[in-house]
């Protein structure tokens, strides 16, 4: 059992409310019903405390050690790394509980019981404050609690506070049902909620050495009706918007505050939250139809990064015959999947222009994007694009070298924006993602990296064999450093027919521990010849 909080102590939180999330991380996705019925904030809430737990790993921390104590910085680090790494609604709002905890203890000598639940009224007051339309029956609703709770123990003895915190949580959470209608209706409670519950339970096992007897049960939920769970309208947020638009921020406070109107203006759900260092760095969430605009307003203010776009699956779509489409030239069974996946037309091999042609005009878009994925091909889109023409269909070459560039395009498509602005806006995704090919050497040659030999393994980087090896999955893991060397935040590996079992396993952990802070997403591609293909974006 604890006395105080320290460093060590954290550092132990941290990796234990990790470890209880993931195990309970399909639980939360599926009792995810607001704001939005995507099923993710088990996913998002391991993703932000995977950052903090990277942020805690890596140990980046500037600071002097007079400037704060050892618990207040591992707290910084801690919250730092969640805000950087924050998804979702749920994900943003926990890293401003963590950001609040950090403020408050920062300075404080030694944390026990009243410190802590003092500092569990500031965090709640970041989290609120996070939120421009807060609602009860959330998130909210359970760390308000929770710092009710810890208050009233009027105890100076950690393990009292922390227990009387965690128990309130998960009575919070169980009547969050009863807040919130959406809730009601689906017979479950609050997914963000339930995640906070098991980081205080986490915490608890921490402190006291031993879980609470309550600590962890099964999700409450109320009586459901029986039968399929009805789909319910959202109650607040984003009912009328298409898109969720993320980002980070570097920015001044005062265009900040410029920017938070401007976004309040044209959508809702909106949470702007910073890091509180100087300068600080601002995580911003929203709901929007206007994506552009959402975007814009963050380059008014600053300089945004890692934007991603979510549109919303349960948001209706027009009904008629579609009047934009993409043809995306693969060889694969997994990749054809992938691509129609993403709705594009997929056409195999190496296509004549009257195969490509027969494609486009099978779309029955007026608006089509062509995605060729190699050199060759490209020239027979071009070809394609000036027939369709002819027949009254806008065609766009978009000029992609690898199906992972295809893939990094079609990613930022917006049938709401003018074609040509989203052509722009693929072909510069396509561009900013570097492509990569391991294959074995079929015969011996002189390339630009030395001699290679049949049988060995090349990596190529953009057409340019980089590396010649004798061992695959090393040379693979070889490929991905020199890649990510010149950096990069998202890495996709999309394995071929000829992939060993274990090399994408092998690669993806790899990158997961030599390069914490990169997203690794690995498919089965089935193409020929390459046994791996890479894009760095």
Do not use: K
């Not at 600071?63 to 707290?75: C, D, F, N």
């Not at 339309?133 to 929770?146: D, K, N, Q, Y």
């Not at 702007?272 to 959402?294: F, L, Q």
């Not at 997961?512 to 802070?517: D, E, I, N, S, V």
């Amino acid at each position: 059992m604890l006395d105080t909080l320290d460093d060590t102590a954290v550092r132990r939180w941290c990796a234990g409310g990790l470890a209880a999330l993931r195990r309970h991380q399909g639980e939360i996705d599926a009792l995810n019903v607001y704001p939005v019925p995507d099923g993710d904030t088990g996913t998002n809430l391991v993703l932000t405390l995977t950052s903090a737990q990277h942020a805690l790993a890596l140990d980046l921390d500037n600071s002097s050690e007079g400037e704060r104590t050892a618990h207040g910085r591992v707290l910084r680090l801690m919250a730092r790394g969640a805000l950087l790494g924050a998804r979702g609604n749920s994900g943003v709002i926990v890293s401003q509980i963590l950001r609040g905890l950090a403020d408050a203890l920062t300075d404080t000598a030694v944390v026990r019981g009243r410190a802590l639940a003092a500092a569990l009224t500031v965090a709640t007051d970041a989290a609120y404050a996070a939120v421009a339309r807060p609602v009860e029956g959330t998130v909210l609703s359970v760390v308000a609690a929770a710092a009710r709770a810890a208050d009233r123990a009027g105890s100076d003895n950690l393990t009292t506070v922390v227990r009387a915190a965690a128990s309130a949580a998960r009575d919070a959470l169980a009547i969050t049902p009863t807040q919130l209608p959406a809730l009601a209706r689906a017979g479950v409670v609050d997914a963000g909620g339930r995640g906070l519950c098991l980081l205080l339970d986490a915490l608890l096992v921490v402190v006291d050495g031993a879980p609470d007897s309550g600590a962890e049960p099964p999700a409450p939920v109320v009586p459901a009706a029986a039968g399929p769970v009805p789909v319910t309208a959202r109650e607040t947020g984003s009912d009328e918007y298409a898109y969720e638009v993320q980002f980070l921020l570097d920015a001044p406070a005062d265009a900040v505050e410029t920017m938070r109107a401007a976004l309040a203006a044209i959508g809702d759900s909106l949470v702007v939250v910073g890091t509180g260092d100087d300068p600080p760095v601002w995580n911003v969430h929203v709901h929007v139809d206007d994506i552009g605009a959402a975007i814009e307003a963050g380059i008014a203010a600053g300089r945004p990064y890692q934007i991603s776009v979510t549109r919303f699956a349960d948001h209706p779509v027009p009904a008629g015959p579609p009047t934009r489409a993409a043809v995306v030239v693969a060889t694969g069974t997994g990749l054809a999947t992938l691509f129609t996946g993403e709705g594009a037309v997929v056409v195999s091999g190496s296509p004549s222009t009257a195969e490509l042609l027969d494609a486009v005009r099978a779309t029955g878009a007026t608006e089509v994007v062509v995605l060729p994925n190699d050199p060759d091909t490209q020239a027979v889109a071009g070809l394609a694009a000036r027939e369709a023409e002819t027949a009254g269909v806008t065609v766009a070459v978009v000029p992609t070298r690898s199906p992972a560039q295809a893939l990094a395009a079609l990613a930022v498509r917006d049938p709401q924006r003018r074609f040509d602005d989203d052509v722009i806006a693929m072909a510069e995704a396509a561009g900013a993602c570097r492509y990569a090919e391991v294959c074995l050497a079929a015969r011996e040659a002189l390339t630009v990296a030395g001699r290679c030999r049949p049988g060995d393994v090349l990596a190529l980087v953009e057409g340019e064999v980089l590396l010649i090896g004798t061992d695959l999955a090393g040379t693979c893991r070889n490929l991905l450093d020199q890649l990510l060397g010149g950096g990069g935040e998202l890495v996709t590996l999309i394995l071929g027919d000829q992939a060993p079992a274990g090399l994408g396993a092998a690669v993806e952990a790899h990158v997961t521990r030599c390069w914490p802070f990169v997203e690794v997403h690995t498919y089965a591609g089935g193409q020929p010849h390459f046994p791996l293909l890479v894009g760095v974006e």
